[in-house]
Nanobody, 122 residues
């Protein structure tokens, strides 16, 4: 059974940092990504990484602040978030797919985690 389990969310002050982790079990994936959804807004792409970390994609609004990484030994993808802003407040979702194509788009991701809340206070 395939499962994606996120952890690491929480409450942080603006300018602070958080590290999200997503552990995949059941199989390995070629592409893994992070998306987020704020209240009243559509889910949006944050970052993605290929299985060998050769490809990384970032949304413009997180470039220079967030870093995605992967630990294949434990089948985990991490999202290090720094210089957090109140507008980063959202539920963050991990997702996995069988290809490294189009990793910035929600369609094509086969599996999703349950989400983890990130709240940034001003």
């Amino acid at each position: 059974q395939v499962q994606l389990v996120e952890s690491g969310g929480g409450l942080v002050q603006a300018g602070g940092s958080l590290r999200l982790s997503c552990k995949a079990s059941g199989r390995a994936f070629y592409g893994m990504g992070w998306f987020r959804q704020a209240p009243g807004k559509e889910r949006e792409f944050v970052a993605a990484i290929s299985w060998d970390a050769a490809i990384t994609n970032y949304a413009d609004f997180v470039k220079g602040r967030f870093t995605i990484s992967k630990d294949n030994a434990v089948n985990t993808v991490n999202l290090q978030m720094s210089s957090l802003k109140p507008e980063d407040t959202a539920v963050y979702y991990c997702a996995a797919k069988q290809t490294v194509r189009a990793m910035a788009f929600m369609t094509g991701y086969d599996y999703w985690g349950q989400g983890t809340q990130v709240t940034v206070s001003s």
